[in-house]
T-cell receptor, first 108, second 115 residues
Framework: KNEVEQSPQNLTAQEGEFITINCSYSVGISALHWLQQHPGGGIVSLFMLSSGKKKHGRLIATINIQEKHSSLHITASHPRDSAVYICAVLNTGNQFYFGTGTSLTVIP | ETGVTQTPRHLVMGMTNKKSLKCEQHLGHNAMYWYKQSAKKPLELMFVYNFKEQTENNSVPSRFSPECPNSSHLFLHLHTLQPEDSALYLC??????????????FGPGTRLTVL
């Protein structure tokens, strides 16, 4: 069993829809990262958070440390949001664990 | 432009070849990483260097040999690879501070095919 589980694995949405991607983890963490990977391979770090909530444009990330759960929300989704979203955690021993990713397709 | 560059972007090599992947960061970071990404699998962290010292080697076969001559450059030397080593190899860098590792910045990756 992977230390980091994401759901759903695949997601298709209509342009403008509100999207939620979930991440659950089983280890004690010092930080959680949300990464975005576009076709072609390049990865961009979207958020690093250890508590509460962060917002950047149409993207919102939340984390509940007690429940070991994080969500990534995209408001007013757009086709350019189509990518793979990866949840990664850094445990208290400075080790990284990665989810398998959620593949998002936003249809115009 | 993320400030982390990787060369080459694509590499095809035979099992008996020796090749090297190069990563360079222009962000003033003090930690660098090599990752392997195979199809349908999570990102796999291969090596971590802090201040040029290797701090993690996650059971990576010896046919992969990292080198970090300074905090801005990272190499991955490849020798007698297997076809199952074909994957996207990603380099990343970050700052390591008192509270641990900070946000990572990734390079575009090298798509490696081993014939």
């Amino acid at each position: 069993k992977n230390e980091v589980e994401q759901s759903p694995q695949n997601l298709t949405a209509q342009e403008g829809e509100f999207i939620t991607i979930n991440c659950s983890y089983s280890v004690g963490i010092s930080a959680l990262h949300w990464l975005q990977q576009h076709p072609g391979g390049g990865i961009v770090s979207l958020f690093m958070l250890s508590s509460g909530k962060k917002k950047h444009g149409r993207l919102i990330a939340t984390i509940n440390i007690q429940e070991k759960h994080s969500s990534l929300h995209i408001t007013a989704s757009h086709p350019r949001d189509s990518a793979v979203y990866i949840c990664a955690v850094l445990n208290t021993g400075n080790q990284f664990y990665f989810g398998t990713g959620t593949s998002l397709t936003v249809i115009p | 432009e993320t400030g982390v560059t990787q060369t080459p972007r694509h590499l095809v090599m035979g099992m008996t070849n020796k090749k090297s992947l190069k990563c360079e960061q222009h962000l003033g970071h003090n930690a660098m990483y090599w990752y392997k990404q195979s199809a349908k699998k999570p990102l796999e962290l291969m090596f971590v260097y802090n201040f040029k010292e290797q701090t993690e080697n996650n059971s990576v076969p010896s046919r992969f040999s990292p080198e970090c001559p300074n905090s801005s450059h990272l190499f991955l030397h490849l020798h007698t690879l297997q076809p199952e080593d074909s994957a996207l190899y990603l380099c990343a860098s970050s700052l390591l501070g008192p509270a641990g590792y900070n946000e990572q910045f990734f390079g575009p990756g090298t798509r490696l095919t081993v014939l």
